[in-house]
């Protein structure tokens, strides 16, 4: 069994199975991290999908509970959220852990927005803090382009020299002045997980230039650039990592914590996502001139 032959028209029969339940056709995408769930349920007009009932999707996340595709508006703006990811860290091979990511860029999207639960690396960091995603470094040693190229997909080899959007990012920065919403700009770091990191493995990061550490995020902004679609990334900063607070890390206080950030990224987003499609409006309308 060819796995790749396989994957593109998986990927199809997905799309065709969401746009059979909704006349919306999504412009932004939005993957939600942990303690974020609830923005989905603020969109309007909003149909909400158990991954379960979307073929070749998993429906349980290894947490327990079912995760969920949404379609709905912001404002004007017809959005397609994702709750519950799937991690390398869980044993899912990496084509599987970037498939709901590679049907929402296939719905038509054209901007993505990876929101995750980092620690945070940089010594100015605390609990709470947004770190708007300038670049990442890529620690999973597993990259979810390996194997044979989906030629449907994208190029073999993409260009990451602006894996995230400055545009996007700007854009939000923006967003945030407005709204005096507090935000820095920072390098996230990708590693393997599940565990947390050594004290001697936080200050390599921190060597390497990372502000922020986390198990998610870089295969869907892999995934999506390889697609041609922009991406934009906001780190909820929920602890210190490892050796930098003179406390042992918990899961429990990585999910408390996330809380923390949950309220001011949800209104951030709401205010950005219609200026992330004008930026694609405005784009597009320069490309036909
Ligand atoms: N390390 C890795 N991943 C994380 C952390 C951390 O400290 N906090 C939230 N996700």
Do not use: W
């Not at 991690?87 to 719905?107: K, Q």
């Not at 914590?257 to 597009?284: E, F, M, Y």
């Amino acid at each position: 069994m060819n796995r790749t032959s396989e994957l593109y028209p998986k990927i199809l029969e997905a799309v065709r199975a969401i746009q059979s339940r909704t006349p919306l056709r999504p412009q932004v995408g939005i993957i939600l991290g942990s303690g974020l769930g609830a923005m989905a349920r603020e969109a309007t007009e909003a149909l909400h999908i158990p991954y379960s009932e979307i073929p070749h999707f998993h429906g349980m996340t290894v947490e327990g509970y079912s995760g969920e595709l949404s379609i709905g508006k912001i404002g004007d703006v017809a959005v397609v959220f994702l709750k519950g990811r799937f991690h390398r860290y869980e044993g899912y091979p990496m084509d599987e852990v970037v498939f709901p990511t590679r049907v929402i860029c296939a719905l038509g999207i054209h901007t993505m927005v990876l929101t995750n639960a980092a620690g945070g690396v940089n010594t100015r960091y605390r609990p709470g803090d947004l770190m708007l995603i300038e670049d990442h470094i890529n620690l999973m040693y597993d990259n979810p382009l390996m194997g044979p190229n989906i030629a449907e997909l994208g190029p073999r080899f993409p260009d990451l020299t602006e894996a995230y959007s400055r545009r996007c990012l700007e854009s939000l920065e923006q967003t945030a002045r407005d709204l005096e919403i507090q935000t820095t700009r920072g390098v996230y770091a990708g590693v393997l997980g599940p565990t947390y990191e050594t004290p001697a493995e936080v200050r390599m990061l921190r060597t390497l230039g990372a502000d922020a550490v986390g198990m998610s995020t870089i295969p869907e902004a892999i995934a999506a650039n390889h697609l041609g679609v922009r991406v934009v990334g906001i780190s909820s900063i929920t602890n210190l990592a490892a050796g930098l607070s003179g406390r042992k890390l918990t899961h429990q206080e990585v999910v408390e914590n996330a809380k923390l950030g949950a309220g001011k990224l949800q209104r951030l987003l709401q205010n950005a996502v219609p200026r992330l499609a004008d930026i694609h409006a405005g784009s597009t309308a320069g490309a036909q001139s």
